[in-house]
């Protein structure tokens, strides 16, 4: 899910036209989920549910964001980052090439400062743990400097082995340490471009595009669709096929089997596990085995 992390990065700043802070959360949620649906349709699918549900949840914590403490974000720079990343392709999007009016301006909060939200940081970075919707105050990582996810890296850069990287286009040499830019898949220690629906892949290097939900079916040696199952049915391998939940679930299998049952995602501010389910529907985070919501007027 990191390139839902990239996009949620659009959700937070930018340039435009004076607007209202309401036509701002609104104009940044649509089109941070329109960027998902067309350039990774399963992260909807799976994180979501459908397109409504995904601009309806990535509105919950615009507002809060724009009132929190010594931040620079203002409804005007939203807007002008949501028409901004209207514009932007999915190269860019997988490459982490953020457009200059989506990257955050200065807040006041100096670094080592608890926060919630890029802009309200001097070197405009609010580093966050796993499963956490308040951080402290960093800066990006360089290259070749240590991270703990994408999110810790300069643009343009990703987190591979524990360090920040560029990945790799077409052609390029790649390794564990070394990766290629999604799409792309390492095979043979090159960048090459996966394969569609239908395409003999290989089950090992896995070189089915996973962006359009493809799998590589073991037994066919065949890319193949995966399917999405509703809270309650079945997931995992299912009939020969993989079936991922959908709308935020979680895959809880049976006890020594690779089939299992999907679990609706827990309410907001309701008991949540990440390990055994049920998860908790994004923007929500499982604080404390809570699912709570970000609000980055809180975190300072």
């Keep these: 899910m990191e390139k839902r992390a990239?996009?949620?990065?659009?959700?937070?700043?930018?340039c435009g036209s004076s607007v209202s802070a309401d036509q701002a959360c609104t104009d940044a949620a649509t089109a941070l989920c329109t960027q998902l649906q067309n350039c990774e349709g399963p992260v909807v699918t799976i994180g979501y549910g459908d397109l409504a549900t995904c601009q309806a949840r990535a509105k919950l914590s615009c507002t809060p964001a724009l009132m929190a403490p010594g931040t620079s974000q203002t409804p005007e720079h939203l807007d002008g980052c949501a028409k901004a990343a209207a514009a932007v392709s999915c190269g860019q999007l997988f490459s982490r090439d953020t457009p200059d009016a989506c990257k955050p301006k200065s807040g006041t909060l100096a670094d080592g400062r608890g926060c919630g939200d890029d802009p309200q940081c001097a070197n405009s970075y609010c580093k966050k743990s796993a499963n956490e919707v308040c951080g402290v105050c960093s800066a990006r990582a360089a290259a070749g400097a240590a991270c703990d996810g994408?999110?810790?890296?300069?643009?343009?850069?990703?987190?591979?082995?524990?360090?920040?990287?560029a990945p790799g286009?077409?052609?390029?040499?790649?390794?564990d340490g070394h990766p290629c830019v999604t799409p792309n898949v390492c095979s043979a220690s090159l960048c090459a471009a996966p394969v569609g629906a239908g395409m003999a892949c290989d089950p090992v290097i896995k070189n089915c595009d996973g962006t359009q939900g493809l799998y590589c079916d073991p037994q066919t040696r065949l890319c193949k669709p995966a399917?999405?199952?509703?809270p309650g049915g079945s997931c995992g391998v299912v009939n020969g096929g993989y079936v991922a939940c959908s709308g935020g679930g979680h895959c809880k299998l049976g006890v020594g089997s690779l089939m299992g049952t999907c679990l609706a995602p827990a309410a907001d501010g309701a008991a949540c596990d990440p390990t055994t389910g049920p998860d908790c529907l994004a923007p929500a985070q499982c604080v404390s085995s809570v699912c709570k919501l970000p609000n980055a007027a809180s975190c300072s």
């Excluded at 990239?6 to 930018?14: K, N």
């Excluded at 890296?153 to 082995?161: F, I, P, R, T």
Aim: net charge negative; proline share 0%.
């Design 6 to 14: 990239i996009l949620l990065m659009l959700l937070v700043s930018g």
């Design 150 to 165: 994408n999110d810790d890296c300069d643009y343009k850069l990703v987190c591979a082995m524990g360090l920040c990287v």
């Design 169 to 175: 286009a077409v052609g390029a040499s790649c390794d």
């Design 227 to 230: 399917g999405f199952a509703a």
